[in-house]
C-alpha cells in the first residue's frame, strides 16, 4: 500500500530520535497499520531521520501543518505532528515517552 506523507517546516534546529536535524522543509513518510507507525524524516530522497509514531485523533482537522516541539529536556525535541486539513496528528517518540510524562507525580 502506499506511504502516507505530509511536510513540515521547522525553523529552530531540533532533534527526532536523538538525531539533530537543522532548521528547513521536511517531508514526512509513514507506513504502519493501525496506530503505530514508523515515521520517516526525509529531505528531497534523503532519509535524514526515523523514529516510531502512533496516530492520534483529533477533534478536528489542523489549520495547517504544525509540529510541537518540547523544549522540556533543554532541547528542541519534535512530539507530534499535525498536518493541515487532517483530523490526525503523529505523536513521535513511541507510546512509552508519552505515558511516562503524565505520570510523574510523586
Avoid: C
Wanted: aromatic content about 8%; proline content about 2%.
Amino acid at each position: 500500500f502506499a506511504s502516507n506523507k505530509g511536510s513540515l517546516q521547522v525553523r529552530e534546529p531540533f532533534e527526532v530520535n536523538g538525531q539533530q536535524l537543522a532548521p528547513g522543509e521536511y517531508q514526512l513518510r509513514w507506513d504502519g497499520s493501525g496506530s503505530n507507525v514508523e515515521v520517516s524524516f526525509m529531505q528531497g530522497k534523503k532519509e535524514v531521520a526515523k523514529t516510531s509514531a502512533k496516530v492520534v485523533a483529533l477533534d478536528k482537522a489542523s489549520a495547517y501543518n504544525s509540529a510541537v516541539v518540547d523544549h522540556a529536556s533543554g532541547k528542541a525535541t519534535v512530539s507530534e505532528v499535525r498536518f493541515a486539513g487532517k483530523k490526525f496528528a503523529l505523536a513521535l517518540g513511541g507510546t512509552d515517552k508519552a505515558e511516562m510524562s503524565g505520570s510523574s507525580s510523586k
